[in-house]
């Protein structure tokens, strides 16, 4: 995963901070909705409009999806099979 240096991160701290706060006071059933829209925008925004960048913004989010579940997702698991027994 390329994360980005740690001296790197101060300059997005404030923004997703605050975008964070905004994104969580919806309600819940509302809040993918919101969260697909940014993180639609943000992409849209980023990359132009060919083939090429629609396929490398489908990478990058197919890798975030990747990571999300490494990271997050799968130790989750794990705690939930060591309170509950496996399968």
């Not at 489908?58 to 997702?73: D, N, P, S, T, W």
Request: hydrophobic residues 35%; contains cysteine.
């Amino acid at each position: 995963m390329p994360y980005i240096v740690q001296e790197d991160r101060p300059q997005y701290e404030e923004v997703l901070d605050q975008l964070i706060t905004l994104l969580k006071s919806n309600p819940p059933e509302a809040i993918d909705g919101h969260l697909n829209y940014v993180v639609t925008r943000i992409i849209k925004g980023i990359y132009p409009l060919r083939y090429y960048h629609i396929n490398k913004a489908i990478g990058v989010l197919e890798c975030i999806k990747m990571e999300f579940y490494r990271r997050v997702a799968a130790p989750y698991e794990d705690t939930k099979i060591d309170q509950n027994g496996d399968v």
